[in-house]
Each structure stands twice: as structure tokens, then as C-alpha cells.
């Protein structure tokens, strides 16, 4: 009996030697599909985050979850259908693994500076933002959105919220340290009163601002009182027109205001507003993130990628599949220009409406 029992346990150790071999060969060098090697090789690493572990289920649950949802919204008629079964939609699954893989890695590097610095996000706060984004809205359509993906709101919870809270948690220490520096000042302070001796606003912003405005001597058009940043609101809306402002800070920079114009309503309130604008920008908490993930010890697993330590990016290292994300990339960068340009010519359409109606009104 004792002999036919160790018989038996060889033979189960040499089966369960295989089956751990096997599902490293087809996890790490030869991957597959089939369901089997994909649940076992779901515990092994997809990538290394200096001491934390990005999972291959993880990667293949996410990644999964994003295919569904996009399908989701193919039959709710709200977005663009693709054949996932031909080899471009192959490809576009290679993509979104990508991008999941990339995702999965920064929301390590974030989980760890705020575990560094500070408490880790609890369950019980994730709970209390579920709770609180349900109370907030329509708790339907979080759950659609949470079906779309395939997952139970708590499953939604685990994967989206609490990720989305470290994020925030991280930004606010970001923000509540990145005060201006003496350099910064230094410069609003000298734009400032390059223009108070005489000088224009438009040659000022030249030499200084880092906005996108400056080529265009710093003018950002009209705004109303909740376009502009909380900061800002009533030091711009207080201003005379003509006047310059003081220097505002907030926390993507320091900033000197010029009002150029202004629109008021028939009870004399103050409705719009027409800037001027100098930025002097604080690094960006994309730069910050940036110099953290460089500062990481990261490495990737998964068959077909290369970590690119000076983007801190996980790419392909096929160049087809690195030309077909360019192409599509730009395609839908495309879109997105010409669904801008056609806001703007409508936006423009209105203005010249309420530029008509309030010369009219102010005719009468």
C-alpha cells in the first residue's frame, strides 16, 4: 500500500513538474491561448515594479474587460465596430494589451510614492467613493458602465476607483509641494514690470510666458467666470479693462492678467471677459510621474515587449506592431481635429450671434 501511495506521488510530482514547465513556456516564450495555461500562467509576473509584481491575469483580465466594453458600445450603437477575428483586429488587441500593460505599471509606481509618504488606500474608502459616485449620479449607469466592462461594481470598484483615488491622493501631495520656485517668481515679477515701464503685454508674453498663447502675444479670448481656473476667477473678474493683475498662483503656474474686453449683461453684471495672458508653468505633475517612473526599477515579462527606459513605456518589439499603433494613432488624432474644427466653426457661428444680439441691444 505504502509503496502504491509513493508510486502515486512520484507520478503526481513529474505531472505537476510538466505542467509548471509547460505553463512558463507557453506564459513567457511561446504564448497561447488556451484557457487552461492562461489560468495557471495568470499567477506568474507580467512585469516588475521594484518590488511589486504586475500579474499576467491582471493584464489579461483588463485587457479582456477593455475588448468587451468596446463591444459593449458597438451594440449600444455609441462606438466604432471592429472584427477582433481578422488580423487588423488582432492587432488592435495587441494594442490594447499595451496600453493595459503601460497602465498597470504607472499604477504600481503610483501606489508605491504614496505608500511611501503616506497611508495606502483603503478598502473602506473605496467602498465610500463607490458610494458616493452612486449617490452623486444615476447609479444605472454606473452599473452599466461596470457591466460594459464585464465586472460587478465591486470588481469595478477594485479595478477603476481604487486606482483613480491613488492617482488623486498623489496629486494632491504633488500639488500641496510644488510651490513656485525663486526662479519663477523671479520672471512673473519681471514680466510684470516689463510691461508696467512701458512695454506691450504682446512683447512680454513673447519673452516669457510658456503658455501656448504667447506666439499670439499672449491673448486667450473671452471666457466666462467658471471657464477660468477657481484661483483665478475673482482676481481676473475684478479687473478694470486695461488693467494688469497681480501675480495669481495656481497650481500649474503663475500667471499676469490683462483684461482686454469685457460683456455685460442689461443689468450691468458682468458676464464675459477677454484676457491677456502670461504663464510661468510649475513642472506638471506629468513631469513629475515621469521623473518617478525613471527612477524605477522596471522590467517586463511579457513576449513581444521591451521596456523603453527613457520614455519609461513598454513598446513592441515588433516594428509592424509598433507601425500599425502609430497609423492608428494618427487616424484617430485625425478625428479629433476635425470634430475640433468643427466645434470651433459652430462656437465661432454662436459668437457672431451674441456679438450681433449685443450690438443690437446695446444700439437700443
Do not use: C
Not at 507580467?46 to 511589486?52: N, P, T
Not at 458610494?131 to 444605472?140: I, M
Not at 496629486?171 to 513656485?180: I, S
Not at 525663486?182 to 510658456?210: C, H, I, N, P, W
Amino acid at each position: 500500500m505504502k509503496k502504491h501511495i509513493a508510486k502515486i506521488s512520484i507520478i503526481f510530482t513529474i505531472a505537476l513538474f510538466f505542467f509548471a514547465f509547460f505553463t512558463v513556456v507557453f506564459t513567457y516564450f511561446y504564448p497561447v491561448q488556451a484557457p487552461l495555461f492562461r489560468w495557471s500562467g495568470g499567477f506568474l509576473p507580467a512585469a516588475k515594479v521594484d518590488s511589486s509584481y504586475v500579474l499576467f491575469r491582471d493584464v489579461y483580465q483588463n485587457a479582456e474587460a477593455t475588448r468587451t466594453y468596446n463591444e459593449a458600445l458597438v451594440r449600444d450603437g455609441l462606438g466604432a465596430r471592429y472584427d477582433y477575428s481578422t488580423d487588423d483586429g488582432k492587432k488592435r488587441l495587441k494594442v490594447i494589451e499595451r496600453q493595459v500593460l503601460n497602465k498597470l505599471i504607472e499604477n504600481k509606481v503610483v501606489e508605491g510614492l504614496v505608500d511611501g509618504v503616506d497611508r495606502r488606500v483603503s478598502a473602506e474608502e473605496v467602498t465610500m467613493e463607490l458610494e458616493r459616485s452612486l449617490g452623486s449620479g444615476d447609479p444605472q449607469i454606473a452599473a452599466q458602465n461596470a457591466r460594459r466592462y464585464g465586472w460587478t461594481l465591486d470588481e469595478f470598484a477594485e479595478k477603476v476607483i481604487q486606482p483613480t483615488l491613488y492617482q488623486k491622493r498623489l496629486l494632491d501631495l504633488f500639488e500641496a509641494q510644488n510651490g513656485a520656485t525663486d526662479e519663477q517668481v523671479a520672471r512673473a515679477e519681471a514680466a510684470r514690470k516689463m510691461v508696467e515701464d512701458g512695454r506691450t503685454f504682446e512683447e512680454a508674453a513673447l519673452e516669457y510666458s510658456d503658455a501656448p498663447s504667447a506666439d499670439e502675444g499672449g491673448y486667450e479670448g473671452f471666457f466666462e467666470r467658471e471657464q477660468l481656473y477657481p484661483d483665478l476667477q475673482e482676481g481676473v473678474f475684478a479687473l478694470e479693462v486695461g488693467a494688469l493683475s497681480d501675480i495669481l498662483e495656481t497650481p500649474i503656474g503663475l500667471h499676469v492678467f490683462l483684461l482686454d474686453d469685457e460683456r455685460v449683461a442689461s443689468d450691468g453684471t458682468r458676464t464675459m471677459v477677454a484676457v491677456n495672458h502670461i504663464l510661468i508653468a510649475k513642472e506638471s505633475f506629468g513631469a513629475y510621474l515621469q521623473d518617478q517612473m525613471s527612477e524605477r526599477s522596471v522590467s517586463v515579462f511579457v513576449s513581444g515587449y521591451v521596456w523603453d527606459t527613457e520614455n519609461n513605456i513598454a513598446l513592441f518589439r515588433d516594428p509592424e506592431l509598433a507601425a500599425f499603433e502609430q497609423k492608428e494613432f494618427v487616424e484617430a488624432m485625425q478625428e479629433v481635429v476635425d470634430d475640433v474644427r468643427q466645434e470651433a466653426e459652430e462656437a465661432s457661428m454662436v459668437q457672431d450671434e451674441g456679438d450681433a444680439q449685443f450690438d443690437a441691444e446695446v444700439s437700443q
